[in-house]
């Protein structure tokens, strides 16, 4: 008997032992399976109301596009002319302007969706436009460590601060960005891995000078550290035209996204010239007992602990009364 | 199901959090430990951020060593005079360790130095029982009592300052090492988030040598209220207590520990002791593997939980 019994553990001993690996990979497995059904409208959440879209007039609000030249010939305005074709013009709307981050939130999906007003394109198919969106959540500070070997031990010894990089920045296009744009035009209007705002801090810290290459490095860790954590995201076939106007792109927002407003850029190329832009915002907010417990943990931290531990207290007492009761 | 963790700030199955409760619940009601040593490294494992790996880990404790504690309480297992004099040098072990935490996580230290920890505790620990329980599993082949303890013997704690009279485990010994030895479990418990029976029962044993029907008890005993203690400081100074995952963690815990403990009862103590040694081991040797093999990612982003309300 007891021969058999330790048998068993020691293979349990091993099967935890193995749960080291195994998690990490069924962590990644059990959270894109749960994002798969993040499709649908999620229960719980606010459904989207309506009446929203009706207002979207009132809440579109076109910026100057940074890039946007207009030929004067080709306003429809003046008098004499052949009557020249309208210039398009790019409107777009998201399917959710506030997403609520609740304890059962396992990331969102947002559709951009918007119209190309004045759209010489005979079919969805052919190709004549290029639409890019660009979400991008708030600028943070961010610390990038580099590890070295001392004594035998991988140890963290050089550190790289970005006084600000964005949360998140996902992009969806109509084919790769680089294929109908030149670099001037990317780093201008913040399109594109290479054209993300990273601000090199004058933070000193524990770091030496550093040379241009190394500080590439770090922008580039950064870039692939948070492209592993799927916060940096590009989608080069992402947005799709439906109609010879319509068009949509599905913006995938994983949970790990930091909660806050996200800025929603649209731009409409046209062989490679910006022709219109648009932005708008989603804000990401955490509710019910998630904000509660959030609030709670930063603003009475004590408090929280004692919380905690009460939790606890009741969880394992709980646990003992009923296991007793059953074998007594 | 999903569930989003509000400071790890993360989202991942309900299942993974309770099924890792519930097989490292199994494996401490098993063998009478806490379980921390498991959970923590578990929950780095899974992303989690190193010092909310910990402070959860000192929630989870306190469910899993509170119903024994107070079993053992009913069965007049506690010397709660010993108990408190190992809690005083807890709280204070705690406090320093909350406090160390902080600094190594601003330097970024934290995630190194937890795992240099782990092995160095878990690799001594591990050896030391392997070494004690083969012996006495010999001696039992031998013939003869497997107990080689002998009551009365005595040994360099017994010639410090400031005894106390202990009636309970029939003691009359200083209360400086109790101090000590509570002081390091707490300090243990804040920077590891591990309930430190591991160092507290040989502690017991061999340097105060308390007789043995007395240790689990007292040792439950001043785990759940260093725990408590380590809970509420890592909350409360580094905003690394994760409510919600030590729920999960807690029912799957205690669930499994009840299994464990009955499967338990059917084993010796040195058997067990053989196991647990080797299990302790072999999670070292694993931590270890992960400090000296050359990463695939030498960039890493800085640990931002809790640093950003």
Redesign the interface.
Known sequence: MTGRVSVLLLVSGFILLAQFEALRSCAEILVPAAHAGQSEPKQGRKPDRLPRRDRQTDVIVYPPAPTLAIPPSLTPTEPGAAPLPAPERIEADISTRTIAVTSAYAGAEILVFGTIENSRQPSAESGYYDVVVVVEGQPERVMVRRKSRIGGLWINTQSFVFSAAPSYYATASTRPIDDFTDKVLRDEIRIGFDAIGLVGSAERGRQKPMTAEEVMAYRSAVVRLKQDARLYQSSDYGVIFTGRSLFRAKIDLPANVPVGPLTTRVYLFQDGSLLSSYQSRVVLEREGIERWLYMFAFDHSYLYGLFTVLLAVLAGLAASAIFQRRTV | ????L??A?????V??FLG?GA??G??SG?FGVGGGF?IT??LI???VPATVAVGTST??I???????A??QYQRNNVDVKLGLVLLTGGFFGTVIGVQLVKILRE???F??FIA?CYVLFLGVIGTLMLIESVQTIRRTRAGGAGSGRKSGEHSWVHGLPFKMRFQRSKLYISAVPPLMIGAFVGFLAAIMGVGGGFVMVPAMIYLLRVPTNVVVGTSLFQTVFVA?AA???????L?S?D??L??LL??GG??G??FGAA?GS???GE?LRF?LA??VL??CL?IGWD?????T??????D?AGG??
């Open positions: 199901m999903n569930v989003y509000p400071i700030e993360m989202s991942a199955h299942l993974l890792m097989a490292v199994f494996i098993l498991l490294p578990l494992f899974m992303g929630a989870q306190v469910a899993s060593s509170v119903s024994g107070v079993a330097l970024g230290q995630d190194v240099l408590a809970t509420i400081l890592h909350a409360g100074t905003n207590v409510a919600i030590a729920l807690m029912v205690v669930v520990a009840q499967a059917q084993l010796k058997e196991l080797a299990l072999l999670v694993r400090l000296v093999v050359t990463p990612e030498l960039y890493s982003l800085a931002s950003t309300p």
